[in-house]
């Protein structure tokens, strides 16, 4: 079996023809009785089919012979081919493709009974969220800059739509916050790619990491770099630039919060990792891993600290996302073969507990509980949704047998093997202080007096998207191999790490 | 018998949903399944012992397959050492479940509690029988979440307060422990105790600050002085039950912990050198620091609980002055090295968690009867309760290290074992002085205990007119049928140490 263009195309040609699908198909559920079951066939239909095309992806791609790890598909031979885009898959996309999909159709399970499907907008909601998975695959599966420049500034930049749901005076308040933030980041992108291109006369992945080794006076890749590292830790919330990020996710509706948290957000590691791992590969062509792990420190510091102070609980699981963009740097930064696993399961641990911990808390926030008070007793109150969020504050807090766990101890590790010990003696005492501010919340959960003692009945359809996510915690955690077997040939695929 | 570790580890697990629905019947279902499936584990570790005594490398392994990309097995293996405290281990749930029906009667989600209690036996067991050092680490932080919503949902007064206390401390030091087994991964490329012992000879400069590390951590929850503020507030506010495996054999896997992988794994990189003797001679005088202040507070401590609390923190030093007696010279192979001194530590971490549960159970006893705690309100209650006052009595002797009561051979042991020492190495002179010196301070505490509580004259006598419902009789037969099988143990282990002692001796080869 091969690997040809149609395999690459099918699951982003089928994810946007069904993005654009559903709103005409709307049209027709709206005129059915039972509108939320019209409305669960439908994604059934079309998870179906996008499951089907990146199952078929990725298991002609597992079933091509090892030593031939990257598959670049060009549109076009001809004299421009280097200005075309390319497509290019190798086991990193693969496995990212896989996520996304998963994660995305839990989430509008999610979304399905959150966001009410008889509301007037809710069908766009849905056409957007479709849309930016398949910018999101699409930028995991392009092969040159432009091209992932491309479909992830869609993925960044479209994520507003989502976020702007409400349309309420704070949502509208952190969406142009974010909105603003994703223009700079896209303009000091632009600048910086196009010094990349001054310099090496290609975008091509490969042809400019092969310029770049080549390149002798540095100074101007230098320059290059900064502004791309700026942009890109931009997007992915890195300390300092990290400010939008909590607002922007706790004014969104929790649907989005848990959509952006579990796929944008992990779309954004990827592209780090691709550009600084793959392309600027340390030593070779530029030694950034002492900024990086500078930078790593002060993002979980922060992310951790400003958590320790929160007491609106979105909020606090929005200075959570801070600091694990934080985790996984650190796993970046260490550049071992178990640092860039560990990094890679956390994109998926990390993607599926912040999603679970915000669809779990979006449940809690639908009766008006917010505030670390109101959650006084919510255990007993509603006690499913807080289990949900329980297992999610444990898988946080890294304790086994959750995901987060084994997570958090590959990134540790990778971080002594690298010689950063220093680097992992701050991430752990940050982990203690992450277990400290987690626990306060399972005190008040579980350890206060409500205000009233009346049980709340809690919706047992958004229940069941939660609990899948919780399971999927737990069965990673207590098997990891199931996750690390996806992951190896990415690791095979990198031959400059140790 | 094949797989019969693994059957330890997945009993619990799998009894999870009949114990949740027997819960909702009746609780006396619930307990009776827990203390079954207790029973049962026993009894399958017991299969193990007759490979024990035979195979050539004296112990029982089972492996299978886990995360091979990170080099981990789930290994499962018993020596003497750990058999021995798993058995006792259950033996501590067994008693604890038959407690429960009548001490927890009438509280609120009880299916709940039992289905906690069965799974903090997994992590509890679970910590004693595995060689491979991630799932160690797993059992390690597994037990800590039952214990941390036992607590705080059956507990005393501000009982989440304690439990928070009682998680952070401990997760703190954990992940000290996390950072040390990484070092040993990341540097050996070995995640099995075994094989850690031998990779590490060749990196000693980075194995002391991996044992430092291990060790630091490991004293959290042995709650060794200054790491003990946890203890007190966590062992008072729990419920009895609860209690009893805190003190008896939670805070006994630090102990253990130190032994197996601090002294055992790690400390045979740097042995024979001046570091390794000043660790060693570090770890003895923190047990006499712990062994003192325990003692010391407990004299004059007035809540039932804390008294027995501080009493487990001299205990702890008991048990960390009996580790630093392991011989600082370098050996040649083998996993561990049995002196007198450490199998009597081992010997002292079974006998003390059979006594202190037994004290702790009986004190549970005395103020569910009662609904008192400050001993100053206490007294007389010999004659009401004679059953509770036998057993408190026992305990307390046990725990005072008088015969024939089972604390009384293991620190006999561990004396024995520190005068053999004396003669090549002074500087435990003084240590063992104090050591002994703090026995008597033992005995007063707990002559102090059973005397404020049981003989002395009632403080106040009860009103003519107090009906039937409050008048102040022995416990029930299930918290009977409890405290008599701890003081059966006590005794056993008393006069008849033989199995025990055999069983662990086994492990060392001098």
Known sequence: MMVGIFDVAFPLVSLVTFSLLTIPVFRLIRKTTHKTAAALVWFAIVFAVVFFAVANLALRYYALPSPQPFISLSLSDTALSWLSSVFMIDGISVYMALMFTAVCAVTLLYSVFYINPKERPSERYYAVMLLLTAAVVGAVFSGDLLTMFIFWEAAAAGSSFLMLYRKNRTSLNSTLKYIVMIVIASAFIVFGLSLVFGITGTLNFWAVKEALIALSDKSLLILAFIFIAAGYAIESAIVPFHFWLPDAYAAAPSSTSAFLSAVIDQGSYYVLIRVLVYILAPTAVLDWTLMLAVMAAFTMIVGNLFALIQNNVKMLIGNICVADVGYNLVAITSLTSDGLRG?????????????????????????????????????RKMPLSSLALLMAALSFAGMPPFGGFIAKYMVFTSAIEAKLAWLAVIGVVMSVIQVAYLFRLVNYMYGKKPADETRIKEPVKLLIPVFILAGAIIIFGLFPQIVLNLIEPVIRQLPFIP | MLYSLLLVFLLPALGVPFVYFGGKKSSKLAAAIVALIALINIALVLTTVPTILTSPERRYMEEYAWIPVLNSHFTLFVDGISASIAIITLVLIVAAACFSVKYMEGKKNLPVYYVLLSLLSIGLVGVFITSNLLLFYFCWELMLLPAYFIIGSWGYREAYR??????????????????????????????????????LLSVPDLAKWIIIALTAGFAVKMAIVPLHMWLPDAHSEAPATMSALLSGVIISAGAYAILRLSLGAVFPAVAGTDFGVTFLHGLAVFGV??????????????????????????????????????????????????????????????????????LFLSAGAVMHQTEQRDIREMGGLSGKMPFTTASAVISGLSIAGSPPFACFISEFLIFVGAFDIIRTNAFYLIPTVFMLIATVFSLAYSLRFVYRIFISAAKTEPAPSVDEKHKIVDVPNSMKLALLILVIFVVLLGVYPTFFINLINTVGFI
């Open chain 2, 162 to 199: 304690a439990a928070f206390k009682f998680f952070i401390f401990t997760h703190a030091g954990a992940v000290f422990v996390l950072l040390g087994i990484g070092a040993i991964y990341m540097v050996t490329g070995a995640t099995d105790m075994f094989a850690a012992q031998t990779a």
């Open chain 1, 343 to 379: 990094n890679l399961y956390f994109f998926l641990i990390g993607g599926v507990t912040t999603a679970l911990a915000f669809m779990a808390v979006g449940i809690i926030n639908h009766y008006g509980f917010k505030s670390l008070q109101d959650f006084s007793g919510i255990g």
């Open chain 2, 289 to 358: 620091i712990s062994a003192f202040f325990g003692a010391f507070i407990a004299l004059v401590e007035t809540d039932i609980k804390r008294i027995i609390a501080y009493s487990s923190i001299a205990h702890m030093g008991y048990i960390l002055f009996g580790l630093s007696l392991y011989p600082s010279e370098p050996l040649v192979g083998g996993a561990l090295a049995l002196t007198t001194a450490i199998t009597g530590t081992v010997f002292h971490i079974l006998t003390h968690a059979v006594s202190k549960g037994l």
